[in-house]
């Protein structure tokens, strides 16, 4: 038996016509989105390698001259080679000696030797054939007590820091990073007891730091634990 409010009644909404498109273009979007943009790089910093060592070759040795087309890509493997060969060459006995006088020489100018020294200092930071790096991931109270955050390990505290500091114990380096970019942070001593060692990895711990916290080491899609309960 129907009713006169029966004919009255919102029909049930109707799922929206393009909403699995739209998911489907996001879904594409997402993955093509990284990749095209790393080819992107990759191609732009190629081209301008090229666009710097190529000219630097005389007309009756450039690469095209021979193939007959313009290969991107060629002035970068000539900067490979050539750099290659200067550090070979600046390993020996007469490359180091050449190094060493040249220096000297920079050294005299006031305002070169600035220059060159700071650049020098920057290049053998970012350069350095060094295995150090940071040792664990740890949790530490800062900026003030019972505010948690999450740090790297590098070494202990040397030398003046570690002797003019009134601690009981020695200091640890510990290197606070910044949300979203963990290349920029905060250089910190504190005591070793007051650092807490996770057992997380080093990348598990940048993981945690660039989401934001949205990303915990072994959380599955649904935001639980990797390691499921069993039901009793």
Same mark, same amino acid.
């Given at each position: 038996?129907?009713?006169?409010?029966?004919?009255?009644?919102?029909? +049930?909404?109707?799922?929206?016509? #393009?909403?699995?498109?739209?998911?489907? #273009?996001?879904?594409?979007?997402?993955?093509?989105?990284?990749?095209?943009?790393?080819?992107?790089?990759?191609?732009?910093?190629?081209?301008?390698?090229?666009?710097? /060592?190529?000219?630097?070759?005389?007309?009756?040795? @450039?690469?095209? =001259?021979?193939?007959?087309?313009?290969?991107?890509?060629?002035?970068?493997?000539?900067?490979?080679? #050539?750099?290659?060969?200067?550090?070979?060459?600046?390993?020996?006995?007469?490359?180091?000696?050449?190094?060493?006088?040249?220096?000297?020489?920079?050294?005299?100018?006031? /305002?070169?030797?600035?220059?060159?020294?700071?650049? !020098?200092?920057? +290049?053998?930071?970012? #350069?350095?054939?060094?295995?150090?790096?940071?040792? !664990?991931?740890?949790?530490?109270?800062?900026?003030? !007590?019972?505010?948690?955050?999450?740090?790297?390990?590098?070494?202990?505290? !040397?030398?003046?820091?570690?002797?003019?500091?009134?601690?009981?114990?020695?200091?640890?380096? &510990?290197?606070?990073?910044?949300?979203?970019?963990?290349?920029?942070?905060?250089?910190?001593?504190?005591?070793? =007891?007051? &650092?807490? =060692?996770?057992?997380?990895?080093? =990348?598990?711990?940048?993981?945690?730091?660039?989401?934001?916290?949205?990303?915990?080491?072994?959380?599955? @899609?649904?935001?639980?634990?990797? +390691?499921?309960?069993? +039901?009793?």
């Amino acid at each position: 038996m129907t009713t006169p409010f029966d004919e009255l009644q919102v029909p +049930a909404k109707k799922p929206r016509r #393009f909403a699995g498109l739209r998911a489907s #273009f996001l879904t594409g979007l997402v993955v093509i989105a990284p990749v095209g943009l790393t080819l992107w790089l990759m191609w732009s910093v190629v081209g301008w390698v090229d666009g710097f /060592v190529l000219p630097l070759i005389p007309h009756g040795y @450039k690469p095209e =001259e021979y193939i007959g087309i313009n290969l991107r890509g060629v002035g970068v493997v000539i900067f490979l080679i #050539f750099t290659v060969i200067v550090g070979w060459i600046a390993k020996g006995l007469i490359g180091r000696s050449l190094i060493h006088f040249a220096e000297s020489l920079v050294n005299r100018m006031p /305002v070169v030797r600035s220059i060159y020294s700071g650049v !020098k200092q920057i +290049a053998e930071t970012v #350069f350095a054939q060094s295995e150090s790096s940071f040792e !664990k991931a740890c949790l530490i109270q800062y900026p003030r !007590k019972d505010i948690w955050a999450v740090g790297f390990i590098s070494i202990e505290a !040397k030398g003046e820091i570690n002797q003019k500091a009134q601690t009981g114990s020695n200091l640890v380096s &510990v290197f606070v990073p910044t949300t979203p970019n963990p290349t920029s942070g905060f250089l910190l001593f504190f005591p070793r =007891e007051d &650092v807490i =060692e996770l057992d997380m990895s080093i =990348e598990d711990a940048a993981k945690l730091v660039i989401s934001a916290g949205l990303v915990y080491p072994g959380q599955t @899609k649904n935001g639980e634990s990797g +390691a499921k309960s069993k +039901a009793s």
